[in-house]
């Protein structure tokens, strides 16, 4: 059974980096069917996908983020990353790492999510 | 982007009773060289992630109890739970899966009336 976990800081001040990293276990991240993603709720609102990264290092990025966003995998360590630039309060949020069927499309396996702060 | 709207936005059934949710997206999310719909549903209860329902509108998720099913092709699905279970009371989100960005409906809060 996959497993995701998030971890990182729960308060990020604004104008500063939000950098969570996703731990993967029970599966490689190196699966050549699966993509890897970060989808993020704002309390009270709905889910924004925000990203993903392949084994390969291929990413794809939400157009609305994008100026800001870099997620990296690396699987010697079996994880992925999401770095955020330049955060305010509107990227107050719980965010989640998912698992992607890559001929598919949806979301099978989740992490628990991670509420993310931004303020002084 | 693809926009995804849900109908109702909340919605009250009373236990043993169906509950239908609505999905609709503002562009086909049928993919015709396979004949499949790139659409998911979610059931999302407070302090959890998001659990997988069905996938391509209609495949039930393994695990995923018989009375959860979807219907619905091109920019019309549907979800339906024939028997509603006190369990089930959560948030329901659609979601298309053809084109990133991947993007989800508003989704609908399910209650027991």
């Known amino acids: 059974q996959v497993q995701l976990q998030e971890s990182g800081p729960g308060l990020v001040r604004p104008s500063q980096t939000l950098s969570l990293t996703c731990n993967v276990s029970?599966?490689?991240?190196?699966?050549?069917?699966?993509?890897w993603t970060w989808i993020r709720q704002p309390a009270g609102e709905g889910l924004e996908w925000i990203g993903r990264v392949y084994a390969s290092g291929t990413t794809h990025y939400n157009p609305s983020l994008k100026s800001r966003v870099t997620i990296s995998v690396d699987t010697s360590k079996n994880q992925f990353s999401l770095n955020l630039s330049s955060v305010s309060a509107a990227d107050t949020a719980v965010y989640y790492c998912?698992?992607?069927?890559?001929?598919?499309?949806?979301?099978?396996?989740w992490g628990q999510g991670t509420l993310v702060t931004v303020s002084s | 982007d693809i926009v995804m709207t849900q109908s109702p936005d909340s919605l009250a059934v009373s236990l043993g009773e169906r509950a239908t949710i609505n999905c609709k997206s503002s562009?086909?999310?049928?993919?015709?060289?396979?004949?499949?719909?790139?659409l998911a549903w979610y059931q999302h209860k407070p302090g959890q992630p998001p659990k997988l329902l069905l996938y391509w509108a209609s495949i039930r998720e393994s695990g995923v109890p018989d009375r959860f099913s979807g219907s619905g092709s091109g920019t019309d699905f549907t979800l339906t739970i024939s028997s509603l279970q006190a369990e089930d009371v959560a948030v329901y989100y659609c979601?298309?899966?053809?084109?990133?960005?991947?993007?989800f409906g508003q989704g609908t809060k399910l209650e027991i009336k």
């Open positions: 979601q298309q899966c053809y084109t990133t960005p991947y993007t």
């Open positions: 029970g599966g490689s991240i190196s699966s050549g069917n699966y993509y």
């Open positions: 998912a698992r992607n069927l890559r001929y598919g499309g949806h979301f099978d396996f």
């Open positions: 562009q086909s999310i049928l993919y015709s060289s396979n004949d499949k719909n790139y």
